[in-house]
């Protein structure tokens, strides 16, 4: 490939047209005497279009232009995890060493450590008859994750020589028949996604420990969700409550376009948290991309790629990923900002014409899938939207609700009256409960999906006797709708709303939410028999047992005095009855 | 020594976490939405409130509790009044506050694209301050509203495809190159604390300009008219207002241990009571029962005794504005009070606690 110049011609913002060079559409180029990062996003005749990563100012016409015949291309290999990226791979921490504190231009880094020695070890021998995306060997990258290296996708052949031992990531561990050398390292263009051979149903549910989300509005392993909300409504704290407890073994946090001192919230605090399946540092299973609102544009276009290829390089292990992207609407306005600077005709608000589809294929790279290996792996993609004004019919919103099967709808008024999550009971909904219900039944209890419609109908019913309420305050109720307001209130302060700041309470495990639930159904019926029989309403919802279970979610242990607390409150409740 | 005043960008990972608090004095912030040293913590006001008042009272007031570390002040103005300006710098002569300060004046009959600089030079003088110079910088800013329009205005005069309500596509991207310069860098002891204030134009919160703002923003300070006409100052609503890193600076060894309990008590219970005005307004007291009762009377005095205070008064975190929390908070019965955990109600509560 000729690697010939050209020059500047007309810069705008992040956005560079070039003459004198021939690239390919998505190359990557060399932008004026700081060789400044770009790529080809448009040609016309001899003009190139060039989106650049790094801030322009100073940049004049008649400054080089230079090719590398690559496209942009991720490093994927062992020294992935633990990892803190800009958007187009090049770690923070390196960047800090070579420019301070504030981040300039023109430096280059590698997304891996080139030197550092990994052990590896082989799984394959000489002779072996190897194929795309088999693992020839692994080697332990953090405590609980070992990095299975696999032939790159499109290799096969027989193995010539393989060895064992310690390496740099460049150097070659394996030589098939035909003369392929094969290094721990490979590259992969982000905007393609990587190969499988077949994608399945999903029907595992990712555990997120969020009480509303497992057992109201499951996500199924290999799923997709939007979390729409306005500002202040809780998407981040969500987005990083998933990302500390969910059960996926490998997570991948985009911060895209968001605040720095939030990011840094998250980077200072991730390596102290323990992970509850392993008790390890969480920061073992975690690649961190952090492009926040102030760093260039075009790299935040870039970021949520970055991330969704690392993600799928380690689905291809055979692991599950969650990848948490936050937020889409800052990559769809870093899209309409260089698609306007490019002069294109405008969509809906601005947007390109483009943007839903970019969002469908962003979202279908998620999946549970067959690898080309034969094992099982999946990418659960987890999006936060920030609508404008928290108006969800804008075109980000639409174009998300079109293609996640899973909607966390935010409410402000939740928020306000300080319900966290506050994550609407009402608007939102999961797909997946059809598919997820055979799992609930044979893993947690016969009856989960039973009390699931239990709990959603009665909150149905509360919204209804809600408005009733409003025109003629809540004593003119009969008795036992009287009840099934305190039931519901129960379950919205009790059940729903969920301390993530709270030692305890920011994690329930599934048979703990059965537990709960089961507690205030327990609660319904014995009120009911209770106030039937002549008890008073108010006594019966008085009785201290239930104020105690209610404080008793936030203590160490309560998991083992649950049913020894719900049999108090019921004992409570048929004394009440005696009284009277 | 000269400086580029666009500002390049703080490397995520060499920022370090704001989590020192910053007592303001006034009860309704420090309580509820507690603003930490290196924040971004806008004013949402409309025209006709007393914004300016509580953006003088804070740069007075702002204080670290246990440290003598004071602030200085960068003020920075776009497109006011001169008699805003007069305000302003009268009164931060009167308070001696002056001597500490540094001020960009860019007043309403100056040249637009002139707007476009001053915070930018506002903000790099803030961080030759706190950087080089290891100060703490409290930087305030008014009004965001004109800064806004200027964009717009320049943007139509380059004759760009525009955005929402004829704003540039680019003003978030453009909004965040000035917040985002608020913050803490590792190995430097001075930092930014920003506070900019904006009016919402028609008081409308999901206007772009407070849209935006409150997407890059860590938090808003809401200022309500309905509180203003009711005579109460300041006027600050709680409900919508939100400082996203008040968890980092409170708690044991920062405030007291029992201060994230009271601050979701209080606008748990609030927000039911001001709820309960509007179902009041229909059936009369007589439908309530007791528990909202209990509640309505506490938004009266929620509003009446915590939020009012006078425009000198400096209260204390503890004694000032917790202790008060818990009198007004001890008018329900401690059975509604489901926020509290059982222990901070033996300790604290002013009736019930045991000693």
């Known amino acids: 490939m000729s690697k010939e110049n050209g020059l500047i011609y007309r810069i705008s913002g992040p956005v560079v047209t070039a003459v004198g060079i021939s690239p390919r559409m998505y190359e990557v180029v060399r932008v004026g005497d700081e060789g400044l990062m770009g790529e080809v996003i448009e040609l016309h005749g001899d003009q190139s279009v060039i989106q650049v990563y790094e801030e322009t100012s100073g940049v004049k016409p008649g400054e080089p232009v230079i090719r590398t015949g690559q496209t942009l291309s991720v490093q994927l290999g062992p020294g992935l995890l633990t990892q803190i990226y800009d958007g187009i791979q090049r770690p923070l921490p390196k960047l800090e060493k070579s420019m301070g504190v504030f981040i300039t231009r023109g430096v280059d880094a590698d997304g891996l450590d080139l030197e550092r020695k990994w052990d590896f070890e082989p799984k394959v021998s000489v002779g072996d008859s190897v194929d795309s995306g088999q693992v020839i060997g692994i080697v332990q990258e953090t405590e609980t994750i070992e990095h299975r290296v696999m032939i790159p996708p499109s290799i096969k052949g027989i193995v010539k020589k393989i060895e064992s031992g310690s390496f740099n990531i460049k150097e070659t561990i394996c030589e098939l028949e035909d003369g392929t050398e094969i290094s721990m390292m490979q590259e992969w263009p982000v905007r393609h996604p990587r190969p499988f051979s077949q994608k399945y149903a999903p029907d595992v549910p990712l555990i997120t420990g969020q009480r509303i989300l497992d057992f109201l509005f499951p996500l199924a392993k290999g799923g997709t969700a939007g979390i729409p909300g306005p500002f202040g409504s809780g998407k981040t704290v969500t987005q990083q409550q998933l990302a500390k407890w969910s059960d996926a073994e490998i997570v991948v946090y985009i911060g895209c376009g968001e605040r720095g001192n939030e990011m840094t919230e998250v980077l200072d605090e991730f390596p102290h948290l323990i992970d509850p399946n392993t008790n390890k540092p969480l920061m073992n299973r975690t690649v961190m991309i952090a492009n926040t609102s102030n760093m260039p544009v075009a790299a935040r276009e870039a970021s949520v790629y970055t991330g969704v290829t690392i993600a799928e390089y380690f689905r291809d292990m055979g692991y599950n990923v969650a990848l948490m992207a936050d937020s889409t609407s800052r990559w769809a306005e870093a899209m309409r900002e260089i698609s306007s600077r490019l002069e294109e005709m405008p969509g809906e608000e601005g947007y390109p014409a483009y943007l839903s589809s970019r969002l469908a294929e962003f979202y279908e790279r998620a999946g549970r899938v067959r690898t080309l290996a034969g094992d099982d792996g999946s990418v659960s993609v987890i999006g936060a939207v920030s609508p404008p004004g928290g108006d969800i019919s804008e075109p980000v919103s639409q174009g998300t609700l079109r293609i996640v099967k899973v909607f966390w709808g935010l409410d402000a008024g939740l928020a306000r009256q300080r319900h966290f999550p506050a994550i609407s009971w009402l608007s939102s909904y999961s797909l997946y409960p059809q598919s997820l219900d055979q799992w609930y039944r044979d893993n947690i209890a016969q009856d989960f999906p039973d009390l699931r419609t239990e709990i959603s109908t009665l909150l149905q019913v ?60 327990t609660f319904q019926a014995e009120a009911k028999k209770a106030i039937a029989g002549g008890a008073l309403l108010e006594d019966v919802v008085n009785i201290p047992a239930r104020t105690d279970l209610m404080r008793g979610r936030f203590e160490k242990g309560y998991q083992e005095k649950i049913n020894q607390m719900i049999s108090e409150m019921s004992k409570q409740i048929s004394e009440s009855l005696e009284v009277n | 020594m000269g400086g580029d005043i666009i500002g390049a960008a703080i490397n995520p990972y060499s920022r370090q976490s704001p989590e020192a608090f910053i007592q303001t004095g006034i009860s309704a912030i420090d309580a509820c939405t507690s603003l930490v040293r290196g924040q971004k913590l806008p004013i949402f006001s409309a025209s006709g409130l007393p914004h300016n008042d509580i953006a003088l009272q804070i740069a007075r007031q702002a204080k670290l509790v246990g440290s003598d ?38 007043l309403a009959d100056d040249p637009a694209v002139e707007r476009l600089i001053t915070p ?70 001075g930092s930014i604390t920003q506070f900019p204030i904006l009016t919402m134009p028609g008081d409308d919160i999901t206007h772009p300009i407070p849209d935006l703002s409150g997407y890059i923003t860590e938090g808003q300070i809401v200022i309500s008219r309905e509180l203003h006409q009711k005579g109460i100052y300041p006027p600050i609503n709680v409900l919508p207002s939100l400082s996203r890193l008040m968890n980092a600076g409170i708690g044991p060894g920062k405030t ?64 000032g504005t917790l202790d008060l929390a818990w009198n007004l908070l001890s008018n329900i019965d401690t059975k509604y009070l489901v926020r509290l955990d059982q222990k901070w109600i033996d300790k604290y509560h002013p009736t019930e606690k045991k000693n």
């Open chain 1, 462 to 521: 509360e919204a209804e006797l809600q408005e009733i309420v409003q025109l003629v305050g809540s004593d003119a109720l009969p008795i036992d709708q009287q009840l099934t307001l305190e039931v519901a209130r129960m379950i919205r302060e009790f059940f729903l709303q969920q301390n993530a700041f709270h030692d305890v309470d920011t994690f329930s495990d599934l048979k703990l939410q059965y537990e709960m639930a089961k507690a205030i159904l």
């Open chain 2, 256 to 319: 007291r241990e029992d201060h994230k309990s009271v601050s979701d008590q209080l606008y748990a219970a609030y927000a039911q009571g001001r709820e309960l005005r509007g179902l009041v307004a229909i059936v009369g007291e007589d439908a309530l029962n007791e528990r909202d009762l209990q509640l309505l009377k506490f938004a009266d005095i929620f509003e009446d005794q915590f939020l009012r205070q006078s425009r000198d008064e400096d209260r204390s975190i503890e004694e």
């Open chain 2, 120 to 189: 930018r030079l506002a903000l790099t003088a803030a961080e030759y301050l706190a950087f080089e110079h290891d100060y703490h910088v409290l930087v305030i800013y008014t009004d965001m509203t004109n800064y806004c329009e200027s964009l717009r205005q320049i943007g139509a005069a380059r004759e760009e495809v525009p955005g929402r309500r004829g704003y540039p596509g680019y003003m978030y991207t453009d909004l965040a190159m000035l917040y985002e310069r608020a913050g803490l860098v590792k190995g430097k002891k």
């Open chain 2, 69 to 106: 570390d004071d602030f200085v002040v960068v003020f920075c103005a776009m497109g006011i009044t001169a008699e805003e300006y007069n305000f302003f710098v009268h009164d931060l002569e009167r308070t001696g506050a002056l001597e500490n300060a540094a001020l960009f004046v860019n």
